[in-house]
């Protein structure tokens, strides 16, 4: 990931203080956390299962620690004590709920390195990367605890029309295996901020991150806010299609988002689902090919390629197309694949054996198609997930490579002539979360940039986020928006008095 720019950090965490509503107080300094055992956390406390299961280190295929499997009955105990925590929740002022998360977003900050260890070790990026996804959980929950909910006036002579943010209810957090504690870390802070408890489901294959990332928050929140339950593939089904939640924040596949949408429509749930992406980025003739090159190397193989705002295409123009072809080799080349606590290692393996199997998939049509490989092409054997860097020079326009979301280290880099092609060519997709321009002119990038269909489209740059603007895809990349004030209001009802004066 990259540093996240201009993200307020606000002042000093304070916790949960006082006593409001029946909840007692919170210190302001966290307990240490041990690491030893990890659990579901149902209603304040740790509990355990009848059923575990270990996941798998990527880059040693040794298990990762036990985690609870959860049970129909797990969910229905959790859905109870959320809804009871609800009422009391809610009625906690904004501005003590603000405290809350700051309190736990400082003590989340003090356990970093214990963090970033078992991130390593259970997600496979590399530490250096790991430790950055530490720091931007910290800032995201700082950045979304300093945002007002203000209420809206409209003033007429003998009406006041207030327009007012009030909480859902119960949200369930879906969060996917890429960035486990960043994304967990996301939705808790949107939802809770606001005044709704969440449960929290981590994937089935970084679940360990998790379970601890709750069980700290439980020194900052009253039993039954912030829950979190580990599980298998049933447990998704059964959190969506429970009566009790009133919110869905999903992150995941596009295929499965649909599923968790059509879950959701039987109690009209509201969703808000972060999908799958095909980002273009888009190099002009006016471009530094080798600094523009650099870059675009290793965004595109940032965290092994899994990220939905990868660089998942590659538009070079065909005046320049050679020379950056030939940079960009030079420094894909150049990034280090290996475990993660190896010194230098840009690119970690892919984190699971389904992962790496559907990655693969797409390495065999290399061979069976003829495709010409510029750099990479080849993969280690032996333990672990690792896929080695991999750049397809100009397959198909309509090969499965350049169509379909691989969410692995293989790219296409591909030509254009024009802006006006360049344009279609990034907009020729089912997608539509993320892209980016390259060029010497703000005045080309910018206009260029606006003419793309996707969420978020960056200038000179890509991957930059910052949590005070939305974060949402377009077409089959998602509906509704994360983040600032618009993903604030994602867990609210709107509501409208007319109030006489």
Known sequence: MTSIASTPNGNSAHAFSGTQNGHSSKNLQSKPLTWTTYSNVINGELTSTKQTRCSVNPATEAENPTVPVS????????????????????????????????AFASALEREKEPFSKLLTQEQGKPIQFARVELDTSV?????????????????????????????????????????????????IASAVVTGNPIIVKPSPFTPAGGLKLVELAQQFFPPGVIQVLSGDDSLGIWLTSH???????????????????????????????????????????????????????????????????????????????????????????????GEGNEDGVFLGPLQNAMQYERVKGFFSEIETQGQNVAVGGKNPGGKGYFITPTIIDRPPEDSRLVVEEPFGPIVPLLSFSSDAEAIAKANNTAYGLGASVWSGSKERANGIAQQIEAGTVWVNTHFAMDPRAPFGGHKQSGMGTEQGLSGLKSYCNSQTLYLDK
Not at 76 to 82: G, K, L, Q
Not at 248 to 274: D, H, P, Q, Y
């Open 139 to 187: 800032a995201w929950m700082r950045a979304t605890a300093a945002i007002d909910l203000p209420v809206e006036k409209i003033e007429h002579a003998d009406k006041t029309i207030l327009v007012r943010f009030t909480p859902l209810g119960v949200a369930v957090g879906l969060v996917p295996w890429n960035f486990p504690i960043l994304l967990a870390a996301g939705k």
């Open 243 to 337: 009566p009790t939640p009133a919110k869905i924040s999903f992150t995941g596949s596009t295929a499965t988002g649909k599923k968790v949408m059509e879950s959701a429509s039987k109690t009209l749930k509201r969703v808000t689902l972060e999908l799958g992406g095909k980002d273009p980025t888009i190099v002009c003739d006016d471009v530094d090919v080798d600094e523009v090159a650099a870059k675009v190397a290793q965004l595109a193989f940032l965290n092994s390629g899994q990220i939905c705002l990868a660089i998942k295409r590659i538009y070079v123009h065909e005046k320049i197309f050679d020379e950056f072809r030939a940079a960009l080799v030079k420094h894909t080349a150049a990034l280090k694949v």
């Open 71 to 102: 049970t129909r009955e797990d969910v229905d105990r959790a859905m109870a004590a959320a809804q009871k925590a609800f009422k009391t929740w809610a009625a906690v002022p904004y501005a003590e709920r603000q405290k809350a998360v700051l």
